[in-house]
């Protein structure tokens, strides 16, 4: 039998590898069931029947054998150059791409020389037998000629001759059945091939003995294994408005290419948590749309392949690119007012894709049209904004409530003699600027003097109106709100034309019996924009609202012999202030004290007394309907007028308490005269 290597002299093999892929590329057969290694066998048994032919190849294949004998007698009378370049040719599943025409081993002079020797029909043929040692892992690196550098570690014997072979895809299972890489007596060699599948298996065999003629005889020994996974070839990458855009080809096999995204600062110090698109086998290649714009990235790509129960990688591929940028200005530049005063507000706004952002404060907006072009960074005082109008406070990083991040300018004081800013952003990069969209802000008085007068039938609230402000808008919150909890619930506004024709802000009813806290806050105007100023609060106790009501029965005579009293309050509640019914012969009483107490006593359901007389009524409840709990008054006897009065000599409580008169004559006991 020819040995193994001595096909790859054969000048009929290119012709019979471009026939198999052909065959491929047309879908008849595909590489895994008609691979390289049974067209060598083929040519190695010189075989040309038909027949004889079938019966060597697999399944589907077996039937091309016509087609494959017919290959070799064309391949015969064709004479092919057995050259490098034909050899080149000869590369399975690629395009034609270089290869080493010989073993070359690293070494020079005398040494090379015999190394180069050892022909492959030196050694003994290999027989099968059970590996009883570990293979040693091989080490590769790769030089700066591109060539691989294999080493291995040296195996002790007298004489030692290493073959250093590869099998594609699969491993070699013997040194004569595969392809011969180098011979040497060192511990290294080259590997000058270019990839011409996924996966390339380098072994090194030894043959050791006490001479060179035993180590010959010897039966070799698999001393030294190792993978070598096929980078990515064909490789272009673009960019292109900020998407990163690469494109490769990988040898089937491949089942996923490891992509990372370094910048170029990190270079030295890239690491897994560069890794991108982890997701994606990226077999043909990516986008990465996540580049921050402007900066410079290391882009790495490693091929990931299956060897057994591992997944080694390939050496990395790598292309250095910068991502373009664009001078975006910043149009949502926003600010906060700090609630607990007008001294300071927060600026916040969406950072650009690239470029360093600049604030200015100033008193006047930048000249008109300047944020309408792209200018260079000398060309900014022109603009209306100087160096020492910029703010110099620190920016930091925050996130909105859909996770966007904001660039937020904290604690910005107003200057004192201010009574309008204007906040312009700028965005420079490399030399040149951009102004955004200018925003400017109102500062507002204090609102001060406030009072709030309170009627029988309305409350007016007046107050010192504050400089700079259109407007003044009023919230009802409950007692004790705090209103930087946030302000909400009714709310009034009054301009500062009507406050003047009113005199105040007037209330018939809007205001809770029970009473509130007023928030007051100012309102100016800027660019459309409503601009709130200092909130000033005040509580209003509340005041309850009573009327009552007297029946006065008389005799045929006129005169008064009993009356009944009832009362209905503003709203439901449970008791009442203590009353008393005051009674002066001559006029209507003035005061609770400004007469003499009537007695009175409660009636039940039936009208009829349900306790005995007092000088004090006091009602158990008080609704809004005013058909509840009835009084009675003894009046028999009486002339002049009654009136009811709060008996309450607290003045706190008395100011939050409205007693509604009757009609006048309801009040009188006897008939005026007619």
């Keep these: 039998m020819s040995e193994p290597n001595a096909v790859d002299e054969d000048p009929r093999l290119p012709a019979l590898l471009a026939w198999r892929k052909r065959l491929i590329a047309s879908g008849a057969v595909s590489s895994a069931s008609f691979k390289e290694a049974h067209l060598r066998m083929v040519l190695r048994s010189g075989l040309t029947d038909v027949d004889q032919i079938r019966a060597m190849l697999p399944g589907a294949v077996a039937a091309h054998a016509e087609g494959l004998a017919r290959a070799l007698t064309e391949a015969g009378s064709e004479a092919l150059p057995d050259t490098e370049d034909a050899r080149a040719q000869a590369t399975p599943d690629s395009d034609p791409l270089p290869t080493v025409a010989a073993p070359r ?12 020797a050892f022909a492959p029909e030196s050694f003994a043929p290999f027989t099968v037998t059970e590996q009883t040692t570990t293979p040693a892992p091989l080490s590769l690196r790769r030089g700066d000629d591109r060539a691989l550098k294999v080493t291995w570690p040296a195996y002790d014997a007298p004489f030692v001759v290493y073959r250093m072979v590869s099998g594609e895809q699969d491993s070699p299972y013997s040194p004569d059945r595969a392809r011969l890489v180098a011979v040497t007596t060192d511990t290294a060699a080259l590997d000058e091939r270019v990839a011409s599948s996924a996966v390339r298996h380098l072994q090194v065999w030894v043959n050791a003995g006490a001479s060179r003629a035993d180590a010959l005889a010897a039966q070799p020994v698999l001393h030294a294994a ?32 490891h992509v990372y995204r370094v910048p170029v600062e990190d270079a030295d110090a890239a690491g897994p948590q560069h890794r991108i698109l982890a997701g994606k086998d990226n077999l043909g290649g990516f986008i990465d749309s996540g580049a921050e714009r402007g900066r410079t990235y290391i882009y790495r790509f490693r091929s990931e392949a299956a060897v057994g129960a591992s997944a080694p990688l390939s050496e990395a591929a790598q292309v250095e690119i910068t991502v373009s940028a664009v001078l975006a200005p910043v149009t949502d530049l926003a600010l906060t007012m700090h ?11 969406t950072p650009p894709p690239a470029g360093q952002v600049l604030i200015f404060r100033t008193k006047n907006g930048p000249a008109a049209g300047a944020e309408t072009a792209e200018l260079p ?33 904290a604690d910005v004081p107003w200057p004192a003699d201010w009574s309008r800013a204007y906040f312009t952003p700028v965005t420079i990069l490399a030399g040149r600027i951009r102004l955004g969209r200018t925003t400017s802000s109102v500062r507002t008085g204090m609102i001060t003097d406030v009072d709030l007068a309170e009627y029988c039938n309305k409350q007016v609230l007046s107050f010192a109106w504050p400089t700079g402000a259109a407007a003044v808008v009023l919230y009802l919150a409950p007692k004790g709100h705090d209103p930087r909890e946030g302000l909400s619930g009714r709310s009034y506004e009054i301009s500062v034309e009507d406050y003047e024709k009113y005199g105040g802000m007037q209330f018939t009813g809007e205001l809770p019996a029970a009473g509130c806290t007023l928030h007051l806050v100012p309102v100016a105007f800027s660019a459309g924009r409503r601009v709130q100023g200092t909130i000033t609060s005040i509580v209003y106790s509340g005041l309850l609202r009573v ?28 008791g009442s202030p203590p009353f008393r019914l005051t009674h002066h ?17 409660p009636l039940d359901a039936a009208g009829d007394l349900a306790a005995g007389w007092s000088k004090v009524l006091q009602f158990s409840s008080l609704g809004t309907a005013g058909a509840g709990e009835m009084w009675a008054a003894d009046v028999a006897g009486r002339t002049g007028w009654v009136r009811l009065f709060a008996d309450l000599s607290d003045a706190t409580r008395l100011r939050q308490l409205a007693l509604l008169d009757p009609p006048v004559n309801t009040l009188r006991l006897t008939e005026a005269p007619k």
């Design 585 to 601: 012969p001559e006029r209507i009483p003035l005061s609770v004290n400004d007469g003499e107490p009537v007695d009175v006593a």
């Design 339 to 349: 609630p607990e005063g007008q001294a300071a507000f927060d600026l916040s706004w």
């Design 547 to 574: 009327q009552y009501a007297i029946q006065i029965s008389r005799d045929r005579a006129g005169l008064p012999k009993s009356a009944r009293i009832a009362a209905r309050a503003q709203a439901e509640v449970q």
């Design 226 to 257: 190792g993978v070598m996974v096929a980078a990515v070839s064909d490789l272009a990458v673009r960019e292109d408005s900020g998407q990163v855009i690469a494109q490769w080809t990988v040898f089937p096999g491949i089942r996923t290419v």
């Design 105 to 116: 081993p690293i070494g020079n002079g005398a040494k090379a020389a015999r190394e180069a």
């Design 377 to 409: 960074e000398a060309a900014l005082e022109q603009t209306g904004l100087s160096p020492e109008q910029r703010l110099a406070q620190p920016v930091a990083e925050q996130r909105d409530t859909q996770g966007g991040v904001l660039a937020v300018m």
